[in-house]
């Protein structure tokens, strides 16, 4: 449990400190948004495009491994649209980002950390395949969902048209793709941009988590307790058991690997399903309340997970 605690709290402590501040209207009303704002168009193109540019495409086509985590992502997605169909009816884009927030997975602050502290340098890849496969292929998905939400005065064709295009003009789709491309053609980013990259790369985790403690002030972490219980238990329960049984009972994978597929499935949510509720304006208290608990109560869920595994 201590060494889950000590990649939990600091980033809960994040959460925190942003709220503290805005609760006592440290840094102005509109500070939230503009943080986010630069979160969404500035520090995360930043780091999809020289963290996509640093990983080899071959090796991130391990199929055993996409199929495991994947799949855990897709069954918990469908699964987290037809409660919320039935139970808590919204428009499309709602919808959307109700499924994205029961599968986004913390990879980057939470999962790589304990990944390196469970296996050791063994993990890197694991932990990079599920960072990537969240930046291009969810956040696409989720994208794309939003879009034909509010498209859908178009009409016909066109709400497909219109909502692929919105996909493409999305800062966070192009620079992944703009890095998996690179990386593809062995093209390295000269020096002074990497650097450049990494400096703004590295706000991205801690200015998204400051933004959601911002967010929060003045609203209700309690409002749709419901809808949130069942999110938070889709994530941290419902994914891993569904990734379990496809890494351990489908597939036919190395030890090291089907355990990080489990570890990544069950980690809480990410701060940036926040960030794309935020850009947007739908579901952003839902998505936040979820990222906040989920991430509480991984201390004890992630202990328990890994003692299962056999790691302590």
Not at 16 to 21: D, E, F, P, R, T
Not at 24 to 48: C, I, R
Not at 85 to 101: D, S
Request: glycine share 10%; net charge neutral; proline share 4%.
């Amino acid at each position: 449990m201590d060494a889950v605690l000590n990649v939990v709290l600091p980033v809960f402590g994040i959460m925190l400190a942003g709220y503290a501040c805005g609760r006592f209207n440290v840094l102005g009303e509109s500070s939230g948004e503009a943080l986010n704002a630069f979160v969404y168009y500035v520090s995360l193109p930043a780091l999809f495009l020289v963290s996509m540019s640093r990983v080899e495409v071959s090796q991130i086509f391990n199929i055993p491994y996409l199929l495991a985590i994947g799949g855990g992502m897709l069954g918990t997605f469908g699964i987290a649209m037809l409660i919320a169909t039935y139970l808590f009816p919204n428009r499309l884009g709602a919808l959307g980002l109700n499924g994205l927030t029961a599968i986004f997975s913390n990879t980057g602050y939470m999962g790589i950390p304990i990944l390196l502290l469970a296996f050791g340098d063994r993990a890197t890849m694991p932990g990079v395949i599920a960072t990537v496969l969240n930046g291009t292929v969810v956040l696409a998905v989720a994208t794309v969902i939003i879009e034909i939400d509010l498209n859908q005065k178009s009409g016909g064709l066109a709400i497909l048209r219109n909502a692929f295009a919105g996909v493409f003009k999305s800062p966070l789709v192009v620079s992944a793709l703009a890095g998996l491309l690179l990386s593809a053609v062995e093209f390295p980013l000269p020096g002074a941009l990497a650097t450049f990259c990494d400096l703004l790369a590295a706000t991205a985790g801690p200015c998204a988590l400051f933004a959601m403690g911002l967010f929060m002030v003045g609203r209700s972490f309690t409002a749709g307790a419901g809808e949130i219980s069942i999110l938070v238990s889709l994530k941290l329960i419902l994914q891993p058991i569904i990734t379990a049984w496809l890494a351990y009972g489908v597939m036919d994978m190395e030890p090291v690997w089907a355990a990080s597929a489990v570890i990544m499935g069950a980690l809480p949510t990410g701060a940036l399903a926040f960030v794309l509720a935020q850009r947007y304006g739908i579901y952003t208290q839902r998505s936040t309340a979820a990222i906040m608990i989920s991430t509480l109560l991984s201390v004890v869920t992630l202990t328990v997970l890994l003692n299962i595994l056999g790691i302590s």
